[in-house]
C-alpha cells in the first residue's frame, strides 16, 4: 500500500485512498502528513510527560496548531513546504525535550530523520495504519481529526490576536493520548466528547476575534454578477487576509470578490466601507475546477479548499498564503508583524481581463447569533403561533458527490412553515433557491462559514432558555448536516458535547468509523445516515 487516507467524505470507497488522494494529494504528500502529525504527537509526549508549562513557549503552540491545520483536506499539496514544516517542527521537538530534560522512550519524541527518504520512509511506520486495533484506531483518528478541525479555528483566532493556553494544553492532551497503549475504547470515547468541548472552546474563541475586530454579522445582500474590471478572487476562511488585500486593493481599481467560504466576509460591518468588494463569484468549492477558468483574474487561496486545477493557465494565476500551498504557485507569508505584502496579485490583476458573468442576482445571509437574537421576539412569535413548525439545522460542506443532491431535493420539499439553519459551504446546495419567507423571516438563515456553527448551537440554546425546557432536543429542531472534512468533524464532536442528539449525517458515515465504534454512535448519540428525501422528511416532521 503506497499511502493511506480516510479523513474526508469521499475516500475511495468509502474505506480508505490507498493509491492516490480523491482531493488530489499524492503518495508522498500524503506520507509527509502524517509524519507531521506524528511529530506533532511526539511534541506532546514531552510536554504532557514533563508537565512542561507551556506558556513560555508561545512559538511551539503556534507552530503544533499550524501542522495540524496543513493536513486538513484540500490545504496543502505542496510536499517541499510540508517537509520544510517537518524539519522545522523536529527542531522544536528537540528544543523542548532538551529543555524539559525529557528521558523517555516515546519514539514520536525522539527519532531522527534528515532526508525526503528518510522521512517517507519514517511515515510508513507511524501513520493511520500504525494502531492495529481498528475501534482504537478509529476513535484515535476521530479525536486527532476533531484536532485538525480545532487547529483551523483556532489559527484564525490567533492570526486576529486571540489565543487561549486553555487550548493548547488541551491540544497536547489529547495528540499525547493518542501513543497512549494503556487507554480503553471507553477512556477513548471520553477523550472524543472532551474534544467536542474543547470544540466549543475554539469557536466560541473565534467568534469573539470576528465579531470584536470586524463587527456582528448583519443581514446582507450580496452581489453575484460581476462588474467590467480587473479582480482578485479569495478563497478560504482567513479574514485577516481578506482585509490586507482590501486595504491594498483601495483605489487601485483592482475589485474584490469572495469565493466558498469567503462569503460570509460580505456579512460583517468592517468590510462594507471597501467599494471594491463587490461580491461573490461561483459556488462551493468543488466547483471551482470549471468556474476558476472563467474568472481570469488571480486567486488567493487562504486556507484550504484548493481542487488541483485542470488546465495550466489557471495554474499560473493560483497563490497561496497561511496552510493553503500548492506547488510552483507563489506563497506569500506574513513578516514579523503579520502584515502580508499581496502587491504581485494586484500587478497580476490589473494585466488581466475582468470576470465572465456566470450568473446573476443576490443571495442574503448575515443570520449570525447576534443578528437573530434581534429577531428574537419574531422567531419566538412565530413559533408559538405555529406559523413556523421546526427548524432545520442543515449545515456543513458542500462536495462532488452526485448524492448531494439530496440537500437541494430536501430543502425544496420541506414544508413551507420550516425554516432552514445553515452555516458552511453546504449552503450552495439550496441558498440559491426561492425558498420564500415566514412573516418576513426568510426560510434559509445563514449564519456564515462552517466556524459559524457555533452560532447556530448558541441559537437553539438561546430558544432553549426562552422556552424554558430542560434539554436542547426538546426544541423543535432537527439537524440533517453534510459533511465532507475534519471542520465538520469538530463541528460533530462540539454538537454531541452539548448534548445533541439525534443527528443526521450524510451523504454517507464516515469511513473512517469502524462497525462497533459507529455502533456505540447510534446508540449512545443517536447518530444516522441519510434514506430518501421522502421518507427522512416524513421521519423528522414526526418527531
Known sequence: MSMFCYQCQETARGTGCEVKGVCGKNEEVAKLQDLLIYISKGISEIVISTKTDIVPFQEMNHEVIRSLFITITNANFDADAIEKQITYLIKIRDDIAAKSAYAGTCDAAIFSVVTREEMLEKAETSG??????????????????????????????????????????????????????????DDLVALVLKT???????????????????????????????????????????????????????????????????????????????????????????????????????????????????????????????????????HITADENGRKDFSAIIVMAKKLSPPDEIETGTIVGGFAHHQVFALADKVVDAVKTGAIKKFFVMGGCDGRMKSREYYTEFAKKLPMDTVILTAGCAKYRYNKLNLGEIGGIPRVLDAGQCND???????????????????????????????????????????????????????????????????????????????????????????
Not at 470584536?212 to 476562511?237: F, Q
Request: net charge negative.
Open 128 to 185: 493511520v495504519l500504525a494502531t492495529d486495533n481498528e475501534d482504537i484506531r478509529s476513535l484515535r483518528e476521530l479525536v486527532i481529526y476533531g484536532l485538525k478541525g480545532l487547529a483551523a479555528y483556532t489559527e484564525h483566532a490567533l492570526n486576529i490576536g486571540k489565543e487561549d493556553n486553555v487550548i493548547y494544553q488541551f491540544v497536547y492532551e489529547a495528540l499525547a493520548s493518542t501513543l497512549d497503549n494503556a487507554l480503553s475504547v
Open 196 to 330: 467536542g468541548e474543547y470544540g466549543v472552546k475554539a469557536m466560541a474563541l473565534l467568534d469573539e476575534a470576528n465579531t470584536s475586530k470586524y463587527g456582528n454579522p448583519e443581514i446582507t445582500s450580496v452581489n453575484i454578477g460581476v462588474r467590467n474590471r480587473p479582480a482578485i478572487l479569495i478563497s478560504g476562511h482567513d479574514l485577516t487576509d481578506l482585509e490586507q488585500l482590501l486595504e491594498q486593493t483601495k483605489g487601485s481599481g483592482v475589485d474584490v470578490y469572495t469565493h466558498g467560504e469567503m462569503l460570509p466576509a460580505h456579512y460583517y460591518p468592517a468590510f462594507k466601507k471597501y467599494d471594491n468588494f463587490v461580491g461573490n463569484y461561483g459556488n462551493a468549492w468543488w466547483m471551482q475546477v470549471g468556474e476558476f477558468e472563467h474568472f481570469h483574474g488571480p486567486i488567493l487561496f487562504t486556507t484550504n479548499c484548493i481542487v488541483p486545477p485542470r488546465t495550466p493557465e489557471v495554474a499560473t494565476r493560483i497563490f497561496t498564503t497561511g496552510a493553503a500551498g500548492y506547488p510552483e504557485c507563489p
Open 453 to 543: 456553527s457555533y452560532s447556530l448551537a448558541v441559537i437553539a440554546l438561546k430558544l432553549k432558555e426562552i422556552f424554558e425546557l430542560d434539554d436542547i432536543n426538546q426544541l423543535p429542531i432537527s439537524f440533517n448536516i453534510a459533511w465532507y472534512e475534519q471542520k465538520a468533524v469538530i463541528v460533530l464532536l462540539a454538537l454531541l458535547y452539548l448534548g445533541v442528539k439525534n443527528i443526521h449525517l450524510g451523504p454517507t458515515l464516515p469511513g473512517f468509523l469502524s462497525p462497533n465504534v459507529a455502533k456505540v454512535l447510534v446508540e449512545t448519540f443517536g447518530i444516522a445516515g441519510i434514506q430518501s428525501v421522502d421518507d427522512d422528511i416524513k421521519l423528522f416532521m414526526k418527531a
